[in-house]
């Protein structure tokens, strides 16, 4: 059990800054997720953790330790690969029991820690087999295995459910947030789909370019995004952008654009009026938009014509065109909208988001 | 239907001509080593006569030529010569060139990549333009007309091209396995003894094969580094005790040819399987 610190982290390979300046804390016992698109530097920093690529530049420590400099075998972690990279000519047994026998450890002691362990991942019956007799699910639940009975103070885990089809890794994903609570260790866990972050992670980091974009628990980083990438990674369908002018009318802040114009909510004005003239992003997500009704105030609404309609049975997607944009809104699956038509459109005005043009920061 | 028919007909047709290529093939591969046994069977009398067909054994076979083969000739230490280098030639070689390739396709140092290419340039330089030089250094080491050095010349035949296989084929192996021993708690030496190799098998026996034939059916350099009987492997041996000036002891040599011919065959044999069968399958997803 430990905290993980980085400071001021780099990595450059010979042309590529792959890494650039992490600064991250990762309070014991706690459950954080890398998440960003491929190659924003998400692996790279899990696999400088893990002693597997060199530090260019800052520090790493676990627990009170600098591990910079300490071979993988000496930082008392655990790894989980996505192709989980099990031993191909070794049991299942002997899979999980490598590291204890590296380490060391009095044979009853590695039964029973490696019993226990295929107790808890339900996998007692597999002992025996090689890795290529058994189905990608209970390879990555053998991987799995494989990391817990170490007792780490650090799990990484590096996509380990990507190789997973989609409803065994809803599935594993269940699996390992309740491990997570039972073993109460560290872990830090990379990947790419948004929706295993949000529901695995405690806080979640999210990384593009190198760089991290922001860092908080869920949902924060899906209510006060810090910026336009974090709020368009995070939230299936992405949230709608639209680049409208702020302008004054009737003493009031309006945000303009073809086919488009709502009212600044009042929540917003005091810090929009600096952008007054200007333009901005406009960031709504399809879930704060619907199909307006008597109670909607006019000013919150807009005209938008269906382009595709997707009925997902909890729910209703919309593609709409308004004037030259293309919004998705999510909507109740009683609405009954039709291809063509002309819906008027009502925005939940608090929910709103504003992004400045250049930056992409949130305002 | 007619489609259907017209394909397959056309698959037909297809697999005929795999055939009859197949075939040629089997007749052009097969004939040599069935020649070879045909005439160690002949009597002198049959190999020499021009008349009937050379394709069968028409006047009774014999067993004589393998016969003077044992008690005629230093046969049986020629053999015992050619296992006593090949053995430890295999031995050394291999040490060198996993190790080697280990090194330039894991530790990624700098320059890995170009030593790499250059330890296979190496391997294209012609043995027959080695074997002045390398006559010189064996006989400043006192080794010459000792079978001992072969077991020092070979290697440098095999480790090059054997290095270049091998780092082909690590650089098939799955990085995270080699990176899963390494956070397991293995350092470099045991996860390349308990985890790499045994996944790396068949392109160990792959590289094992390539040495073992190289050094035993290696002729320039026995010829040119040995002399007496005691000291010659079975390539040299046979032929300077079976060609007498002009005089070709033909049964005598294919039966010579054939017997050195066993080790490799009976090798290749056991070792395909094992060759075959890809133990990286289950390790990764992919």
């Known amino acids: 059990m430990a905290q993980v610190m980085m400071k001021e982290l780099n990595k450059k390979y010979d042309e590529v800054h792959a890494v650039k300046d992490v600064n991250l804390h990762v309070r014991d016992k706690e459950f954080v997720v890398l998440v960003g698109p491929s190659g924003c530097g998400k692996s790279t920093t899990l696999r400088m953790v893990a002693g597997l690529e060199e530090i260019t530049s800052g520090e790493i420590s676990i627990g009170e330790r600098v591990v910079n400099d300490l071979p993988p075998k000496d930082r008392d972690i655990a790894m989980v690969f996505q192709n989980y990279a099990l031993y191909p000519h070794m049991t299942v047994y002997d899979n999980m029991a490598f590291g204890l ?89 990379v990947t790419h789909d948004q929706v295993e972050a949000m529901t695995l992670g405690d806080r979640v980091v999210v990384m593009k370019d190198g760089w991290i974009q922001q860092v908080g628990e869920p949902l924060e980083l899906y209510g006060k995004p810090a910026n336009k990438f974090v709020a368009g990674f995070i939230g299936s369908p992405a949230m709608n952008f639209v680049d409208v002018a702020l302008v004054d009318a009737g003493g009031a802040l309006w945000a303009e654009t073809e086919g488009l114009r709502v009212k600044v909510p009042p929540a917003h004005t005091s810090r929009l009026g600096a952008y007054k003239g200007q ?52 909507v109740e699956p009683a609405v009954r909208a039709k291809v063509h038509e002309t819906l008027k459109l009502a925005l939940t005005p608090d929910r709103a988001r504003f992004f400045d043009l250049k930056t992409e920061l949130a305002i | 239907m007619a489609p259907r028919r017209a394909r397959r007909s056309r698959r037909t047709a297809a697999l005929l001509l795999c055939y009859a290529i197949i075939g040629l093939f089997v007749v052009f591969f097969l004939f040599p080593p069935y020649w070879m046994a045909l005439t160690s069977f002949k009597t002198n009398q049959e ?18 030529h393998y016969q003077d083969l044992f008690t005629k000739t230093d046969f049986l230490i020629y053999f015992k010569n050619s296992v006593l280098v090949t053995v430890p030639v295999v031995l050394i070689s291999m040490v060198i060139s996993v190790l080697a390739a280990y090194a330039l396709s894991r530790l990624g140092f700098a320059g890995a990549g170009v030593i790499g290419t250059a330890v296979f340039l190496v391997y294209l330089v012609p043995d027959s333009l080695l074997f002045i030089p390398l006559f010189k250094i064996i006989g400043a080491l006192g080794l010459l007309n000792s079978k001992w050095s072969l077991v020092l010349v070979y290697p440098s035949l095999i480790v090059p091209f054997a290095t270049w296989l091998l780092i082909g084929y690590f650089a098939s192996i799955p990085k995270e396995l080699d990176e899963a021993a390494l956070v397991d708690g293995a350092n470099h030496l045991q996860m390349l003894v ?23 059916s290696g002729f320039l350099y026995p010829l040119a580094f040995t002399f007496s009987s005691d000291q010659q492997v079975l390539t040299t041996g046979t032929v300077t005790s079976l060609i007498k000036g002009d005089v070709y002891h033909w049964g005598g040599l294919m039966a010579g040819a054939i017997l050195a011919c066993l080790p490799p065959v009976l090798l290749y044999v056991f070792l395909m399987d094992y060759y075959i069968s890809g133990l990286t399958a289950g390790s990764t997803k992919a």
């Open chain 2, 194 to 216: 308990q985890i790499f190799l045994p996944v790396a098998v068949p392109g160990l026996i792959a590289a094992t094969i390539f040495a073992f034939t190289v050094s035993w």
């Open chain 2, 47 to 64: 190999i020499e006569s021009l008349e009937g067909i050379p394709f069968v054994i028409q006047k009774g076979a014999t067993l004589k």
């Open chain 1, 101 to 189: 026998k590296m380490r060391k450890f009095p044979k009853p002691e590695i039964q029973k820690r490696v019993q226990d362990a295929a107790v808890l991942l339900g996998i007692q019956e597999l002992l025996k087999r090689k890795p290529r007799q058994l189905s990608g699910g209970q390879r990555q639940r053998v991987a799995v295995g494989r990391a817990i009975v170490r007792h780490p103070q650090v799990f990484l885990f590096d996509e380990p459910l990507s190789n997973l089809d989609a409803k065994l890794r809803v599935q594993m994903r269940v699996e390992l947030k309740r491990l997570h609570d039972r073993l109460e260790t560290t872990v830090i866990y």
């Open chain 1, 279 to 330: 333009k901005v992003t406009l960031g709504v997500r399809p879930e704060d938009l619907h199909v307006a009704s008597g109670n909607d105030p006019n000013e919150y609404t807009f005209p938008a014509v269906v382009d595709v309609v997707e009925p997902l049975g909890s729910e209703i997607l919309l593609d709409l065109r308004a004037g030259a944009h293309t919004i998705v809104a999510r």
